[in-house]
């Protein structure tokens, strides 16, 4: 009976051995698998950061139109001074903002959002005045490339300009 006892001993304490952990290989599957996922995911990741820092200069250039058609209903004309506005936008790391006179500060403004590095969009926004309804219209443009420098202005209330494409 001691033999036997001995002989189940034995067994039970390979078996256990080869159930242990995990071996070499098993971990470098995992490992190359993880670097995969990563290599897919990592570019989506960095692109929905731009798009999120995007939003912020959509958003203020909206503002920034909204501020300039409101300032054109009591002032009959537009600024390129963006504190006239009071809209409280300031320039952050991602953009900085202007105004300038697309024709004359009296018929159009473009509103500018230049973006602080290459891997963002710039965008422009268009304010206009329609002489014969004697009100005012707004366009949202984006800068067809990433980079920093002038976004550029739009054409009309109802197109942007060349490198440009209109946002909904």
């Known amino acids: ?7 189940k001993f034995l067994q039970h304490l390979t078996q256990k051995k080869k159930d242990e952990g995990f071996t070499l290989i098993e971990l470098l599957v995992v490992i190359i698998i993880i670097g995969i996922l990563s290599a ?15 939003s912020e200069a959509r958003t203020n250039v909206g503002a920034l139109n909204r501020a300039q058609q409101a300032h054109y209903l009591e002032n009959q004309t537009f600024t390129s001074t ?11 790391n991602n953009y900085s903002y202007t105004a300038a006179a697309i024709t004359s500060i009296t018929s159009g403004v473009a ?32 800068k067809s490339t990433a980079g920093t420098g002038d976004p550029g202005a739009p054409g009309t209330v109802s197109s942007c300009g060349t490198g440009l494409t209109r946002m909904q």
């Open 82 to 92: 963006l504190s006239d506005l009071g809209v409280g936008i300031r320039d952050s």
């Open 111 to 142: 509103n500018k959002a230049s973006a602080g590095n290459g891997d963002l969009k710039g965008y422009t926004g268009g304010v206009f005045k329609d002489a014969t309804a004697g009100t005012t219209g707004a366009i949202l443009c984006e």
């Open 40 to 54: 897919i995911a990592l570019p989506s990741f960095l692109n929905q950061t731009a798009k999120a820092r995007q």
């Open 1 to 7: 009976m001691k033999t036997e006892l001995k002989a």
